[in-house]
């Protein structure tokens, strides 16, 4: 069974580049039959979709965040990250990586695992 673990650093400062890791364990990151999301939760706002990486390696963002957001994968580690530059404190919340299904792709995405997510707190 496939499983994701997000990693990265649980405090920043604002103006800092948040930068998270993704690792998938059970199943390579290549397969064509998913694609692997960022998706956070922060009070007031709900979950809020980020951004995908699809197998081929295409990306695509948030219009709302896409001018910071940027993901990218190592293959050779079956790792997904997510930069996010210019953090402030509305970039505060929880942050999750999460497989999608192509099949659903069409109709919103549906995504059937996801990490435990990771605390991150932007504060000066």
């Known amino acids: 069974q496939v499983q994701l673990q997000e990693s990265g650093p649980g405090l920043l400062k604002p103006s800092q580049t948040l930068s998270l890791t993704c690792t998938v364990s059970g199943g390579p990151i290549t397969t064509n039959f998913y694609y692997w999301g960022w998706i956070r939760q922060s009070p007031g706002k709900g979950l809020e979709w980020m951004g995908i990486i699809a197998y081929s390696g295409s990306t695509y963002y948030s219009s709302t965040l896409k001018s910071r957001t940027s993901i990218s994968r190592d293959t050779s580690k079956n790792q997904v990250t997510l930069q996010l530059t210019s953090v402030t404190p509305e970039d505060t919340g929880v942050y999750y990586c999460?497989?999608?299904?192509?099949?659903?792709?069409?109709?919103?995405?549906?995504?059937?695992?996801w990490g435990q997510g990771t605390q991150v707190t932007v504060s000066s």
């Open positions: 999460a497989r999608g299904e192509v099949s659903t792709y069409s109709r919103g995405g549906v995504y059937d695992s």
